[in-house]
Every structure is written in C-alpha cells, then in structure tokens.
C-alpha cells in the first residue's frame, strides 16, 4: 500500500481495494430503502404532527447562518479538495438530535446531530439531484463510531433502534429484548453474523455519550471519506474559547420538554462562537479502517489537523419560523465533489438520506431544490 510522510507520519494512499463492499448491496439498498419510504409515509400519523418528518436527526434544535474560513498554509497532505485553497464560505448549520422520534428531550437522549451546508463550492457533487448546485453538505455527530459495519447489519437493525423507545417502556425485560434482538437481527442473521461489534459501539454510544451545550460539542463523520490522494475523517471541534463565555455550561434534560433549543437560543443571543474544522488523515488500515466504523480512530497514530474555522455570529433563532425553514432543507453525505466521496459500504448505504428526504418533502409540499446561499433561507 502507497504511502506519502509528513513530519513522521505516513498516510496511506487510497485505492479501490480498501473499500470492501457486499455483491448484494443493491437488493439490500432497495430493502432498506422500502423501510426508509415506509417510515416517512407513516411519521405523519406515528410523531403526531401531520407533517412527515426525518428518519433521523427527526428534531431540528436551531438552524443557525454561519462562515467557513479556509485556512491559509494548510500542509499539503490535509490541503485537499475544498481544503486546497484559502477562503471564505457561508454555511448553516442544523443541529438535532440524532432520534428518529420526536419528544422530550430527556426521551430522545443526549445524541446529537450537526449538519453543515457550505455555498459557493464549485464542481458538480456526487448526488443524483441537482448534482451541478453549489452546496456542500457534511452530515456530522456527537460520536466518533456508527452502529452499523455493513448494509446487512443495517438492515436487521435499523427496526430495533427504530421502536427504541418501545423497548425501554418495558423496562429491564424490554431492554433485554433490545440487546438481543440488536445482535441477532431479530434472528434474522446466521449466528455467524451476529452483530457483535455493532452491538457494543450501540451500548457505548447509549451509556458513554456525553451530555453536552451543542456549542461544546465535538462532532465527527464517524466513517470514512477520500480527502483527495488520501483517506479520512473530519470533525468539527469547539474553539477553547467557547467554553470561558457559555451562559449554559450544564445541562439537565429533565428540567423541561425542550433543553437543546433554548439553550442554543440563550448562546446566540448572547454571542457568537467558533469551531475548528479538522481532517484526521489515515496512516494505518489495521488500526484506522474504513470497513469497521464501529472503532475508533486512535489519535496518537494521526492527529487531528484544523484546516478552516467556522464562526457563528451572534442571531436569533427563536421564533418558529426557524423550525419552518429547518425542516425544509435536506443534508445528504452525498453532497459532495468527488474528492470528498464517502468511503465502505455503511456510507454507502447512507445514499438512503435522498430517498428519505424525497417522501418528506413531497408530503410536506416544500421545495425539492437546493438553496442559493444561506440569504436565502436565513434572511
């Protein structure tokens, strides 16, 4: 396997044969699909609200406008893509939680979602819709792991995390059901096949995530991506300095229905705030795979390397029109030029986001087409 060093670090380079994909993956893509349709058709009815809503990332905690800076002097290795040259760029950001449901925040956990839409990005993007705009997406969480290696597990899994909720209604006999039916698919997969890996990145995601202001939040593409020549993943990380001028540096989710949005309220109208974009280069395959994204990329073998900040102004973003307009955009891992394309067979099956979008916004009568600029959305 090519390499290229960089102050002592070697990065791999990427070819077609680190990604390992299963023949089956267009019969298994319409499977889950059908599931994703089905769950947008029924959500109206299911969430209670008339309006179909997302099959994940479900509630929107603010839709915010924001400017990406391309920094200067990036090394050449992380100077990739969109990375390759210095500028600036407007962005929004949507954070959420990363629920399927809608509910009280307590309900719905400390998972969080965070999704940026870049404008004024040229080349035309890997998405079959509108593959000539200008947007580019990057579809983020607050966990460094997925819970899913492969479109299989995905498959016999997505239903289980689906009725999450109905499952912890019944207590330790319904969470024992839930850890069963997780590994074995519903009995579904071969014993062989049994989602062990998948299923302790689930338990560490659901005990081990912190609880968190969004705005002290570090969120990751969990899987990987090209990044030009090479193979990554990318994070954005709170600037330090946030921490010193947050009004909410604790949060407790069982003091009312809504925790998240407020609290992005209370921050934004207060001040503005910063992240580091950072790219986290591949040196090893064993060790930082692209097939497994249920482990974790170890930094002591390959640090994080911020290649542009992003600030995000002071605003307000209390009324209900921001939810409005929120609900309106679709961010798909998709949305992007090819020297970004996402990498192994879960980021594949994460395609599934523009079918799920379609049934959304078809229901909910809103436009079908990407934003101009973030003017357009947040005037």
Same mark, same amino acid.
């Given at each position: 396997?090519?390499? !290229? ?37 029924? !959500? ?24 990406? !800076? ?247 973003? !209390? ?61």
């Amino acid at each position: 396997m090519e390499k !290229s060093t960089m102050a002592g670090l070697k990065f791999v380079r990427y070819v077609p044969e680190v990604e390992t994909i299963d023949p089956e993956i267009d019969s298994l893509m319409a499977s889950i699909i059908e599931f994703w349709e089905k769950k947008g058709r029924e !959500s109206p009815a299911v969430e209670g609200t008339g309006r179909a809503v997302r099959g994940a990332h479900a509630k929107s905690f603010g839709l915010v406008k924001a400017d990406l !800076s391309i920094l200067h002097n990036v090394p050449p290795a992380y100077a990739q893509g969109i990375y390759a040259e210095p500028g600036r760029h407007a962005a929004l950001l949507r954070f959420s939680s990363t629920s399927g449901h809608l509910g009280a925040d307590v309900e719905l956990g400390p998972g969080l979602g965070c999704a940026i839409k870049i404008f004024d990005v040229p080349g035309p993007k890997l998405v079959e819709d509108e593959p000539d705009a200008s947007t580019f997406d990057l579809v983020l969480k607050n966990n460094t792991t997925f819970i899913a290696n492969t479109a299989k597990h995905y498959l016999h899994t997505e239903g289980v995390i689906n009725d999450l909720p109905e499952y912890l209604a019944r207590g330790k006999t319904g969470f024992k059901e839930l850890l069963a039916d997780f590994l074995t698919g519903k009995g579904n997969l071969e014993r062989s096949d049994w989602a062990w890996d998948e299923l302790f990145a689930f338990v560490r995601a659901a005990t081990q995530t912190p609880l968190r202001n969004p705005l002290l939040t570090t969120f990751s593409t969990m899987g990987a991506v090209l990044h030009g020549d090479y193979i990554a993943k990318v994070r954005i990380a709170p600037a330090q300095h946030n921490a010193s001028h947050v009004i909410h540096q604790e949060l407790d989710l069982t003091s009312r229905q809504d925790v998240f949005h407020p609290t992005l309220v209370d921050e934004l109208l207060s001040g503005s705030f910063d992240f580091d974009l950072q790219v986290q280069l591949c040196t090893d395959l064993d060790g930082m795979p692209v097939n497994d994204v249920t482990v974790e990329w170890p930094e002591d073998r390959s640090p994080f390397v911020t290649v542009g900040r992003i600030r995000v102004p002071m605003q307000d973003i !209390s009324g209900p029109e921001n939810f409005e307009k929120s609900d309106a955009l679709a961010f798909n891992q998709w949305r992007v030029t090819a020297e970004h394309r996402p990498l192994g067979e879960i980021m594949q099956v994460r395609q599934i986001y523009t079918a799920s979008a379609k049934v959304r916004r078809t229901y909910n009568n809103q436009p079908q087409v990407e934003p101009q600029s973030a003017d357009e959305v947040l005037p």
